[in-house]
């Protein structure tokens, strides 16, 4: 079903404008994050920025896709409402939405713009990606909790267009509450810097810290790139947080010609989940 037809399109966060030039021979998607309403990007922008960077995108004949993935709060509503009208209008390829709020408003609205169900650590199955299909989401981007063959069962069983991250430091999780901030208060610190890092198990995490969202990431980079192409989904993900910028060039160009032993002498292969089933129990007392 997703995906069947066509090879899989590659996506990335966009960081700054500069970044369209280098990356068009090898990118077909770009996904922009908006300053009040977008988390776990690399770099988020206002309004008018965003307009820029779209048109800029559509002029090169690339796809691009705004992420609104903050829970909303009813304060937000309102500024939320505003910012969905002006999307409208810039004719992009979706809105990667978490918050139920965004469907309700486009649906209210009449807004054509497509929708892709992005709630992260929840789309794991084919019955709830066909739920939405069933209500005005036609693609979905898959969590990286679940195997490889869950992923291949997801494709059979939907026809939903499929999205999934396949490179880059991985979202564990969100906080609203200004965790690392507390810390520094608590013991009495001084830090100004912008990605802080918690050890455990001789691993380190990347936190951070941005507009009163607390971020923390995966310890290792994920690379699934050869394998998830096999999948032949619909988008390839490639996530360039605390990425250095030629290096995640180099990825981007030998993924292109497919020279997968190249990319692994620059990041080794991490397959995160892909082999490693995720069935939790209760332990005995």
């Not at 008018?48 to 993935?69: A, G, R, S």
């Not at 978490?98 to 199955?125: A, C």
Request: net charge negative; proline share 2%; with cysteine.
């Amino acid at each position: 079903m997703a995906g069947s037809d066509s090879m899989s399109k590659i996506m990335i966060p966009l960081t700054n404008i500069d970044l369209i030039d280098k990356t068009l021979e090898y990118v077909d998607s770009y996904l922009l994050g908006f300053k009040s309403f977008s988390v776990n990007l690399p770099n988020y922008f206002e309004l008018d920025e965003l307009e820029i960077l779209v048109n800029k995108i559509k002029e090169n004949k690339k796809e691009v896709f705004i992420t609104i993935n903050k829970n909303m709060f009813s304060k937000d509503l309102p500024e939320l409402e505003k910012f969905l009208e002006r999307i409208e209008n810039l004719n992009i390829n979706g809105i990667c939405f978490y918050d139920i709020s965004v469907l309700s408003i486009m649906k209210r609205k009449g807004f054509k713009t497509p929708l892709i169900w992005n709630q992260e650590h929840f789309t794991t199955n084919y019955l709830t990606i066909n739920y939405w299909l069933e209500n005005a989401v036609k693609t979905c981007f898959l969590s990286n909790e679940i195997t490889y063959d869950e992923i291949k069962d997801i494709k059979d069983k939907t026809d939903a267009k499929l999205m999934i991250q396949a490179f880059g430091y991985v979202p564990m999780f969100l906080s609203k509450r200004p965790l690392v901030t507390n810390y520094i208060n608590c013991f009495n610190l001084y830090d100004d810097s912008k990605i802080y890092y918690m050890e455990k198990n001789n691993e380190k995490y990347p936190l951070r810290e941005l507009d009163g969202n607390f971020e923390c990431y995966n310890s290792k980079i994920l690379n699934s790139l050869e394998k998830i192409k096999k999948l032949n989904l619909d988008y390839i993900y490639l996530n360039s947080f605390l990425i250095d910028e030629d290096n995640f060039i180099k990825v981007l160009s030998n993924l292109k010609n497919n020279k997968f032993n190249e990319i692994f002498k620059l990041y080794k292969e991490e397959l995160g989940f892909l082999e490693q089933k995720t069935v939790y129990r209760v332990k005995d007392l």
